[in-house]
């Protein structure tokens, strides 16, 4: 069992930059991980996923702009979230599955609660 905690989010003026963490407890080699967001009146969508072993994809709409990474140590992964945009406001999820990676929000099993993100 995985249990996902999000934190870092906030209010940024546009162009801004933020860092989001996600602390796992129960996190396992064989899980990937990865950061999905949700807009007002919108499906959640995948943003980025990274592997145990390290590899990572990205959505269209924020490669070049944002970069997932994890601190195994600290059984925390992060999203450094660049040049931001408007759009970019939403809500910010942390999730995991005992899987192979996938960017398809419905093939997690375990959620954070989420942490917001505004730009104006």
């Known amino acids: 069992q995985v249990q996902l905690v999000e934190s870092g989010g906030g209010s940024v003026q546009a162009g801004g930059s933020l860092s989001l963490s996600c602390e796992a407890s129960?996190?396992?080699?064989?899980?990937?991980m990865g950061w999905f967001r949700q807009r007002l009146g919108k499906e959640r969508e995948g943003v980025a996923v990274?592997?145990?072993?390290?590899?990572?994809g990205y959505d269209e709409s924020v490669k070049g702009r944002f970069a997932i990474s994890k601190d195994n140590t600290k059984n925390t992964i992060y999203l450094q979230i660049n040049y931001l945009r408007p759009e970019d406001t939403a809500m910010y999820y942390c999730?995991?599955?005992?899987?192979?990676?996938?960017?398809?929000?419905?093939?997690?099993?375990?959620w954070g609660q989420g942490t917001q993100v505004t730009v104006s």
């Open positions: 129960g996190y396992t080699d064989t899980a990937c």
């Open positions: 999730a995991a599955r005992d899987g192979a990676c996938a960017i398809s929000a419905k093939m997690y099993d375990f």
């Open positions: 990274i592997g145990n072993e390290g590899s990572k």
